[in-house]
C-alpha cells in the first residue's frame, strides 16, 4: 500500500514538472491577467467616450468598448476550455489608473488617456506575441486578438501624434 501511495506520489511530482503543466499554468495565468484587461478596457472605453474632448477620443473609446466585449467573450471561453476561473473584474492597478483618469476631462483627459492606451497596447502586444506561439486554447486566443491589438495601438498613436512614438508612460 505504501509503496502505491509513494508511486502516486511521484507520478503527481512528474506531472508537476514537467514542461506541459508548467506551460498550462503560464497560458493559464495569461488568460487571467488578458481577461483582466479585457474588463478595464471596456471601462476605459466607457470612460473615453463621457469624458473624452474630441470626437476622436470618444471614437476610440467606443472601438475599445466594442473590441475588448468581443475579445472578453473569446478569452472566457478559452480560460473555461482550459479550466481557469474568470476573474469579474479589473486588477487594483487598473482600477487605480481608471479612478485617476476619471478625475480628469477635456484636453487633459484625451492626452493622458491616448498615452496610457499607447504604452497598454504596447504592453499588451508584447504579451499576445509570446503567447500565441502556444499551441493550446490561449495560443489560439492570442493569435486571434493580436490584430484587433495592432489596430488600437494604430488608433491610440494618432491621438497622440508623435509623442506616442517614445513609448514612455
Keep these: 500500500m505504501t509503496i502505491r501511495w509513494l508511486m502516486a506520489g511521484v507520478a503527481a ?26 474588463l478595464a478596457e471596456v471601462q476605459m472605453g466607457e470612460l473615453a467616450q463621457k469624458n473624452g474632448k474630441s470626437d476622436q477620443v470618444r471614437s476610440f473609446g467606443q472601438m475599445l ?18 479550466g481557469v476561473s ?10 487605480a489608473l481608471y ?3 476619471s478625475k480628469l476631462s477635456g484636453d487633459r483627459f484625451d492626452r493622458e488617456f491616448a498615452k ?6 504596447k504592453k499588451d ?3 499576445f506575441e509570446k503567447e500565441a506561439n502556444k499551441s493550446d486554447a490561449a495560443g489560439a486566443f492570442a493569435k486571434q486578438t493580436l490584430p484587433t491589438l495592432h489596430k488600437h495601438l494604430e488608433a491610440a498613436q494618432s491621438l497622440t501624434g508623435a509623442a506616442a512614438t517614445t513609448g514612455k508612460r
Excluded: C
Aim: proline fraction near 6%; charged fraction near 30%; hydrophobic fraction near 30%.
Design 13 to 38: 511530482g512528474l506531472i508537476i514538472s514537467s514542461p506541459g503543466f508548467a506551460q498550462d499554468k503560464a497560458s493559464q495565468k495569461f488568460l487571467k491577467e488578458a481577461i483582466e484587461g479585457n
Design 99 to 101: 479612478d485617476r483618469l
Design 116 to 121: 496610457e492606451m499607447v504604452w497598454d497596447h
Design 86 to 95: 474568470p476573474p469579474k473584474e479589473p486588477n487594483s492597478k487598473q482600477k
Design 125 to 127: 502586444i508584447k504579451d
Design 65 to 82: 468598448q466594442k473590441d475588448h466585449s468581443d475579445a472578453n467573450q473569446k478569452a472566457t471561453a478559452a480560460a473555461n476550455q482550459m
